[in-house]
């Protein structure tokens, strides 16, 4: 069916897809509860038939009038999944065997970097009864906020996330650093979203089973401290070993802690909103322009002027003297003639031409 009794155009998006504007890059909706919806363009007023414009001198005039255009635009679609938690740190330090254990997902695992190319989710429940989701995310790296490595698709993720768990290996086991690698990750984070450093974290010191990981431990705590002055609070850091399951329970109990003290984050600032439409013509905006072509032709345009030439309908010689009569009306003969317009010149108004009579 079509006009009113059409069914409205409905397209099903996951939870957390961020709907924007195209052209101008303006958030115009936020989809984060399920069954959400927004109306993004709207359907043009309807048509009317001949019976609409019957008068008792003319019960069946030969003039029909077209149904508007419905609006169209070009939008962008954006998915950031929704959870409290997530984990971030260099690919291969354990994040995706720490989701297996803690939660019901079953996330591919290998040993080479970039087994996880998606991010995964699970839900925890703790021993105390608490639940929350959290969100593995693909293995970040030097210039991840920049695209390198596919890391802003990956950072993106993030912004949903109240708290950060950010993993390192100490064992140190792919010859890196395990304090560069922390002060590498988390540098890439301010770089994608300054907003990104006000999330909380708890460090998570990962493969404690492997050797020399007590001793890099205690090497990196050194190297924190050192980074803070002594009325400064450390961040939290929780030995684990997701292949032993070690220290998991302190670390989940601690995560859900400090999910409970802290708030949803602003995804955007109101400067990132398009503005509400009102939909209506203004008064004060010009009803038509006036141009001309290379070829001498003139051209008509203008948002009012354009809806009346798309609602006439060209076929019936009553509806074309009816869109002269509106034309003139608005004074675009007076306005054409002010501007230098001739008997005979032609006139374009979209892919429509026609001469002009003086």
């Known amino acids: 069916m079509h006009g009113r009794g059409a069914e409205d155009l409905r397209v099903r998006v996951p939870q957390g897809t961020t709907v924007r504007d195209a052209e101008t890059g303006k958030v115009i909706t936020d989809l984060i509860e399920h069954g959400q919806e927004f109306i993004v363009a709207h359907g043009g007023r309807g048509g009317r038939g001949n019976i609409r414009f019957a008068t008792p001198k003319n ?6 009038e077209n149904g508007e255009p419905g609006q169209e635009r070009e939008l962008q ?13 260099f690919p291969s330090v354990g994040k995706s065997t720490l989701l297996s254990v803690i939660t019901s997902a079953k996330p591919k695992i290998g040993a080479y970097h970039f087994t ?5 989710l699970g839900m925890v429940r703790t021993q105390s009864g608490e639940s929350f989701a959290v969100a593995d995310l693909p293995g970040l790296i030097e210039g991840a906020s920049q695209g390198v490595g596919l890391g802003t698709q990956f950072l993106r993720h993030i912004e949903r996330t109240r708290v950060i768990l950010h993993i ?11 304090y560069e690698d922390y002060l590498a990750i988390n540098k890439e984070l301010e770089s994608y979203n300054l907003r990104l450093m006000e999330r909380p974290q708890i460090i998570v010191a990962n493969k404690m089973d492997m050797p020399e990981s007590q001793e890099n431990l205690e090497a990196f705590k050194k190297k924190l401290a050192a980074n803070y002055d002594e009325f400064e609070e450390l961040p939290a850091i929780f030995p684990i070993s997701g292949l032993t399951k070690q220290g998991l329970a302190p670390l989940l109990d601690a995560t859900a802690e400090l999910l409970d003290k802290t708030p949803e984050f602003l995804l955007y ?3 990132d909103m ?3 439409a009102y939909y209506g013509f203004n008064e004060e905006e010009k009803a038509f322009e006036i141009s001309r072509d290379d070829d001498a032709t003139w051209v008509l345009s203008g948002e009012k002027l ?16 009816k869109f002269a009569r509106q034309l003139r009306g608005m004074g675009v003969d007076e306005a054409l003639r002010a501007r230098g317009a001739k008997d005979g010149d032609l006139v374009r108004i979209g892919k429509f031409e026609f001469e002009f009579v003086d």
Do not use: C, H, Q, Y
């Open 116 to 120: 996880t190319i998606v991010p995964n």
């Open 168 to 178: 390192i290996d100490m064992s140190a086991s792919e010859g890196r650093d395990p």
């Open 269 to 271: 600032d109101e400067s």
């Open 274 to 276: 398009e503005e509400e």
């Open 59 to 64: 019960p069946a005039p030969e003039i029909s």
């Open 306 to 321: 354009m809806k009346l030439f798309n609602m006439t309908n060209f076929d019936r010689d009553e509806s074309v003297m």
């Open 77 to 89: 679609l954006e998915l950031k999944i929704l959870a409290d938690v997530g984990l971030v740190g």
